[in-house]
């Protein structure tokens, strides 16, 4: 009888082992998922801010050619009304 109560006792000592090596698996798997999420975002947030700069630089020269080409065309309609 004592001899099962020793093996029994052996195996839940493997088997609390086995659990807290799990634990601390888990523990260590979540800091690294937490730091991965974490430089993730960081690089999402850099990407979206170098997206909206270019699209600012863009829009700037869309309004630039646009208000270029009012004055070429108040220019040129300034001009007919002048050689009339």
Do not use: C, P, Y
């Not at 634990?23 to 998922?33: A, H, V, Y």
């Amino acid at each position: 009888m004592e001899k099962r109560v020793t093996t029994l006792e052996v195996l839940m000592n493997q088997t609390a082992k086995s659990i807290d090596r799990l634990d601390r698996s888990i523990i260590d798997l979540r800091g690294d998922l937490n730091h991965s999420i974490k430089d993730l975002r960081l690089e999402h947030n850099q990407s979206i801010g170098g997206l909206r700069r270019d699209m600012d630089r863009k829009f700037l020269w869309l309004i630039g050619i646009q208000l270029a080409g009012l004055v070429a065309m108040i220019g040129a309609l300034a001009r007919l009304t002048q050689a009339l």
